[in-house]
Antibody, heavy 123, light 110 residues
Framework: EVQLLESGGGLVQPGGSLRLSCATS????????MSWVRQAPGKGLEWVSA????????YYADSVRGRFTISRDNSKNTLYLQMNSLRAEDTAVYYC????????????????WGQGTLVTVSS | QSVLTQPPSASGTPGQRVTISCSGS????????VYWYQQLPGTAPKLLIY???QRPSGVPDRFSGSKSGTSASLAISGLRSEDEADYCC???????????FGGGTKLTVL
C-alpha cells in the first residue's frame, strides 16, 4: 500500500525558513517523480515544485522559484521541501504527491497524495 | 485566481445527475488530459478521473468525465449523500510546464 506522510509544518514568521519532509513507503521511491502541491485556506490547489526520480531534475512554480528548494533522499525514501524567505501568502496545507512516471512531464499525474502538513506564516 | 475555471458551487438531490464544468485554454485542457479529484473536508485529494474519462480502480461508474476543446466536465449520476465534497479539475499546462488546477466546486447534496 502506497503511503505518504508529511511533517515539518508549523508557525513561522515572515522571512523565516521551514523544511518539510514526506516519508514514503509501499513503492520503489526512486522510480517515480514527486511533487509538492499546496492549498491555501479556502482556496484551490496550487502545484509548487517537482523532482525527477533520480533527483537530477527539479521544477518550480514561478511563485516559489528562488525561495524554495526541493530534494529527495532515495536511500531514505523521503522527499523534502526547503522553504526560505517565507511570506504570508505561502500559508497553506502542503501535500506531497506521487507521480505515475520517473520524469516530471505531461504524461504523468498524481494518483497518491499525503494527508498534508499546515504551514502558517504570520508574525 | 486559479488557471482553470470552475463554478464555486453545485447541488442536487439524492438520485439526481449533476455535472461540474472546468474551463481552460489551448495550453492546458486544449492540448492535454484532464484529471478530477474529490476532496472531503480536511482530507487529501483523491483521484476520481484520469486522462479525461478513465476511472481508477474502486471509483464507482457513477462518476464519469468528458472533454471537448478547452473545456471538461465531471458528471455524477445517482447522487448520494456521501458525494458531498469539493471537486477539482487539473491539467498540465504547456506554457507553464507544470500542473494547473481549478478553484474547486463544492457539491451539496440537498
Amino acid at each position: 500500500e502506497v503511503q505518504l506522510l508529511e511533517s515539518g509544518g508549523g508557525l513561522v514568521q515572515p522571512g523565516g525558513s521551514l523544511r518539510l519532509s514526506c516519508a514514503t513507503s509501499g513503492f520503489t521511491f526512486s522510480s517515480y517523480a514527486m511533487s509538492w502541491v499546496r492549498q491555501a485556506p479556502g482556496k484551490g490547489l496550487e502545484w509548487v515544485s517537482a523532482i525527477s526520480g533520480s533527483g537530477g531534475s527539479t521544477y518550480y512554480a514561478d511563485s516559489v522559484r528562488g525561495r524554495f528548494t526541493i530534494s529527495r533522499d532515495n536511500s531514505k525514501n523521503t522527499l523534502y521541501l526547503q522553504m526560505n524567505s517565507l511570506r504570508a501568502e505561502d500559508t497553506a496545507v502542503y501535500y506531497c504527491a506521487k507521480d505515475q512516471l520517473y520524469f516530471f512531464d505531461s504524461s504523468g499525474y498524481f494518483a497518491y497524495w499525503g494527508q498534508g502538513t499546515l504551514v502558517t506564516v504570520s508574525s | 485566481q486559479s488557471v482553470l475555471t470552475q463554478p464555486p458551487s453545485a447541488s442536487g438531490t439524492p438520485g439526481q445527475r449533476v455535472t461540474i464544468s472546468c474551463s481552460g485554454s489551448s495550453s492546458n485542457i486544449g492540448s492535454n488530459y484532464v484529471y478530477w479529484y474529490q476532496q472531503l473536508p480536511g482530507t487529501a485529494p483523491k483521484l476520481l478521473i484520469y486522462r479525461n474519462n478513465q476511472r481508477p480502480s474502486g471509483v464507482p461508474d457513477r462518476f464519469s468525465g468528458s472533454k471537448s476543446g478547452t473545456s471538461a466536465s465531471l458528471a455524477i449520476s445517482g447522487l448520494r449523500s456521501e458525494d458531498e465534497a469539493d471537486y477539482c479539475c487539473a491539467a498540465w499546462d504547456d506554457s507553464l510546464s507544470g500542473w494547473v488546477f481549478g478553484g474547486g466546486t463544492k457539491l451539496t447534496v440537498l
